[in-house]
């Protein structure tokens, strides 16, 4: 026994003088070397005693008794020894051996040993990188014994879980073969469940490559996977694909196949992938693919693709993609033919009780909204030569409730055009709003529900001189029902072009036929003729007449007549005039005119403008001429006197008219510029109503920068207004942003006369800071006393008001507001703190949550005071990026608490949708 103890010491100690050089680098210096070397021995030493019984065993089962105070509680130590041999220029071996003893710390006595190998190189044309480990964890009883302090009184190593001393196997295989055009890749991973070293164990000193090894192996644990790949150049122009993939967690798997065939005529592929739900264990797989197929669970595709080219003139090409989850399925399917110069395409979608659609590619994803929808449209040309062309497409929809049908039939040739187009939509197709948020092209269907339409178009384009258009369509609205109704509409136009000249004629005849037998006729009928003269001027000439038939047999006629024209009358002036008139039934004789006369010489423009019209209303008259530009340098005006004329027509024919209405504008600003260091403006403006003034104001504004960036704006501004005293307003301030600086300040003061009454002065500051970095912090914040709206009216009482965003993130950004406003005089206050937080989808989408606190008081009576508490909770959706052009979709939820002579507690819930549109 003695000798056989002794060998073994003797040849661990032979190992580790053979193997010592091996394990330092050849830049490591001796320090390191000796290191590695004292390691080592510590290692083989670990190994000896973890052999060698310790202590007695416990005699009987007991509860692990902690730690005497006093005794050590030290980690137990722990580390990873490295061999690697470089074995030519493209191999390497490695073997790796890592031990942690038992942990004092936490009581545990079971010591973990991890042995195994790598090899990563190259045979000619084959590439392999292999990794097999071997986890072996064992129970130290001596040590058992000693850290829970059992000595004869228990059995507490018998409450060891067997799971724990499970021995447990890793192993990777990757295999990669080219050759010619032939590339093989293959990949096997097979690693137990028990190959789970403690983390003492793979943090421990050693080398830090084999523990990351170690760690990725660890995370793994209880997965395998088998995949294939092949690529095969069968000829110069004929190349063949494969793939399987096969993983799995002992819980569920994943099956991936693929196979394509590519050559000159022939072109195929198809993949088929089965994800299951139970397969949870995907985010551990070191590959970033397999962890992009996490949304994919529980999703099962099928996709072919597929084309036939024989020749350049016949080609055939389709695809299908299939998606099924437990809930339905996604299917979608497209047929293409081209046989010379007919071409034929069909596509279909169809999405019936699919929800992963997350799963899907991300130009798919849109299919969610048209769920329970079924698309087909077919498009089919044939060219007849001559830039002649005959064209058919059909869309098809279909919901549970309904269904919208459109077909379309065009020729088209250098000179005619023709087009005949029927379109239905069932009034009880549901899916209108959803399938146009999905496809623009349908926008309309939704307006069209119960309509049954058919038009026809045939257009004359041959000629650069003369052409035409025909549109007839004949709309059917609501068949069978009480409110049904027949829409006829036949539309001619004529466009004669003879040089500089165009003629235009237009002719439209619409018929409505109710239900109940009544009818209705609109006739619209215009010329125009228009010539063009000079470089950019033309004389138009334009006559429409309009006739309308009501449903009782009566007519009325609107008849205009309209002249324009605009050019230059030689090097005088610059003229555009129009006059219109127009005579309707019952309404008499009315007419508008405008001229306008313009003018520069130099520097200087000059402006006159007349307009006067004439209708049921009364008659107006407006005259206007300014006049502006720069006199010299730094020097500039500008002027401008407006006068009106209203006169009120007769309440009854025959009785006297009202008297005219008169009123005057008059505006005059001068400005001095003094390089870029000070601007000094001043203006004088007077409005009159007839021979009484209306206000007149004078203003005198002072802009200076004396330092840097700095800037001083001093203003003073005299109101003075019919039967009022004199107002005066003046004050400053003072700014300091400089372009570019983290910190910026202002400060304003601005006083007002007593005509204006309380508060007579407005004064306060304010901070502004941006951070730098890729998450910068902005703040704005103010203090004012009785603070001016854009109006210029001021609120009295002190406002604070403090403002904080930061981005946490590629589009999300945080926001916080703070706003105080109390007037001591009236005993009102009002706090408000909101945290919003924005999440910018794209440059045009944004999604918003907010809380707002809000807390007011405000005088109840001569002594009582009323308390009101308001707390919201919002949600809203943004499309659009401005608030003139946007659609909003919002809710909020709003709890409301007063309190007064009695409390009172409401809740409101709210919701809106807003859409904003400017034309």
């Known amino acids: 026994m003695v000798r056989a103890t002794a060998l073994r010491v003797l040849g661990s100690l032979l190992l580790l003088l053979i193997l010592a050089p091996t394990f330092a680098a050849p830049g490591d210096s001796s320090v390191q070397l000796a290191e590695r070397l004292t390691r080592s021995a510590w290692l083989l030493a670990s190994q000896r005693q973890r052999r060698t019984p310790g202590g007695v065993e416990p005699l009987h089962v007991r509860a692990p008794t902690p730690i005497a105070p006093g005794a050590s509680s030290r980690p137990s130590r722990s580390g990873i020894v490295p061999l690697s041999l470089q074995l030519g220029q493209t191999s390497r071996f490695g073997l790796a051996y890592a031990l942690a003893g038992p942990d004092q710390k936490r009581l545990d006595p079971v010591a973990s040993t991890v042995q195994g190998f790598g090899f990563t190189g190259g045979f000619g044309s084959l590439t392999t990188d292999s990794q097999l480990y ?39 295989q990757g295999l990669d073969f080219a050759s010619g055009s032939v590339k093989l890749t293959g990949r096997y991973q097979d690693i137990d469940a028990a190959f789970a070293p403690p983390a003492r164990l793979l943090n421990g000193e050693g080398d830090t490559e084999a523990a990351k090894r170690l760690q990725e192996l660890a995370r793994e644990s209880g997965t395998e996977r088998l995949s294939l790949g092949l690529t095969a150049g069968l000829s110069k122009r004929w190349a063949l694909t494969g793939g399987l993939d096969s993983m799995g967690d002992g819980k569920g798997a994943m099956r991936r196949q693929e196979f394509g065939i590519k050559g000159t005529f022939l072109r195929f592929n198809a993949v088929r992938q089965d994800v299951e739900s139970s397969f949870k264990e995907l985010k551990r797989f070191a590959d970033p693919e397999v962890q992009k197929l996490d949304p994919q669970r529980g999703v099962r595709r099928r996709s072919v693709d597929w084309g036939l080219t ?34 034929f395409a069909n ?41 002649r062309r005959l064209a058919y497409t059909e869309a098809r929809v279909t919901d549970a409730a309904g269904r919208a049908e459109e077909q379309l039939y065009a020729f088209e040739s250098r000179s005619v055009q023709a087009r005949a187009q029927f379109r239905s939509v069932d009034a009880a197709f549901k899916s209108g709003k959803e399938l146009g948020k999905f496809d623009q092209r349908y926008a309309d269907v939704e307006g069209r529900r119960g309509q049954r339409q058919a038009a026809y178009d045939l257009n004359y384009v041959g000629s650069t001189r003369l052409g035409f258009t025909n549109h007839y369509e004949r709309t059917q609205r ?48 215009r010329v125009q003729l228009r010539r063009a003269v000079q470089k950019d001027g033309f004389l138009m000439a334009q006559h429409e007449v309009q006739t309308d038939t009501d449903a009782r047999g009566e007519r009325s006629v609107r008849q205009s007549n309209t002249l324009q024209g605009r050019m230059r009358v030689g090097p005088l002036f610059a003229l555009d005039a129009q006059r219109t008139e127009r ?5 008499g004789q009315e007419f508008q005119d405008a001229v306008n006369v313009s003018r520069r010489l130099g520097t200087v423009n000059l402006a006159w403008s007349f307009a006067d019209r004439r209708d049921a209303k009364g008659r107006g008259e407006t005259q206007k001429w300014s006049a502006g530009g720069k006199l010299w340098k730094g020097l500039s005006f500008n002027t401008s006197r407006e006068a009106k004329s209203e006169q009120a027509a007769p309440a009854k024919p025959g009785a006297d008219p009202a008297p005219a209405a008169h009123a005057a504008d008059l505006r005059l600003g001068v400005t001095q510029e003094v390089g870029k260091l000070a601007k000094l403006t001043a203006g004088f403006a007077q409005v009159s109503d007839g021979e009484a003034l209306k206000t007149r104001e004078e203003t005198l504004r002072l802009e200076a920068r004396p330092v840097g960036e700095m800037a001083i704006t001093g203003e003073f501004t005299q109101r003075e207004a019919g039967g009022k005293p004199t107002a005066i307003v003046q004050g400053f301030t003072v700014t300091n942003e400089p372009k570019g600086a983290h910190l910026g300040w202002r400060a304003q003061y601005k006083r007002r006369s007593a005509a204006i009454g309380e508060p ?22 103010s203090y004012l006393r009785n603070a001016e709206d854009a109006k210029g009216k001021a609120a009295p009482g002190r406002q604070v008001s403090a403002k904080l965003s930061t981005p946490l ?17 009236t005993r009102k206050a009002l706090t408000r703190t909101e945290v919003s937080l924005v999440d910018a989808l794209n440059a045009r989408e944004s999604v918003t949550l907010s809380a707002s606190l809000q807390r007011a008081i405000e005088p109840l009576n001569a002594k009582g005071i009323k308390h009101t508490r308001e707390d919201t909770l919002r949600a809203e959706y943004r499309l659009g990026t401005g608030e003139d052009q946007c659609f909003v979709i919002g809710g909020n939820v709003t709890f409301r608490t007063e309190r ?12 809106e949708i807003k859409w904003v549109r400017s034309f």
């Open 760 to 781: 007579r002065e407005t004064k306060g500051w304010g901070i502004s800071y941006k951070g730098e970095g890729k998450r910068p912090v902005t703040l704005v914040a």
């Open 347 to 387: 596509r279909r979608r169809e999405v019936a009780g699919f929800k992963a659609f997350k799963a899907l590619d991300a130009a798919d994803r849109s299919l969610e909204k048209i769920a329970g929808v079924n698309l087909a449209e077919t498009q089919a040309s044939l060219g007849l030569g001559g830039k």
């Open 478 to 525: 609501s068949p069978g029902e009480k409110n049904a109704s027949l829409r006829a509409q036949l539309a001619n136009s004529l466009q004669l072009n003879l040089g500089r000249a165009t003629a235009r004629a237009f002719r439209s005849q619409t018929d409505v036929g109710n239900a109940d037998g009544t009818e209705t006729h609109q006739r619209i009928e």
């Open 134 to 172: 071997f986890y072996r964890p064992q129970l130290d009883r001596g040590a058992a014994v000693t850290l829970r302090r059992d000595y004869g009184r228990g059995r507490d190593v018998d409450n060891i879980s067997p799971d724990r001393l499970r021995q447990g196997r890793a192993i990777k």
């Open 583 to 587: 005579r309707i039934t019952g309404a």
């Open 900 to 911: 007064a002579a009695e409390a009172a507690f409401t809740s409101e819930f709210g919701s």
């Open 809 to 825: 993130g590629h589009s999300v950004t945080l926001s916080a507001a703070f706003t105080n406003n109390m007037d001591e005089k």
């Open 310 to 343: 024989p020749s350049s003139w016949l080609s055939i090409e389709g695809a299908t993609n299939t998606a099924r989850d437990e809930g339905g399925d996604v299917e979608q399917r497209s047929l293409g033919l081209r046989l010379g110069s007919l071409q």
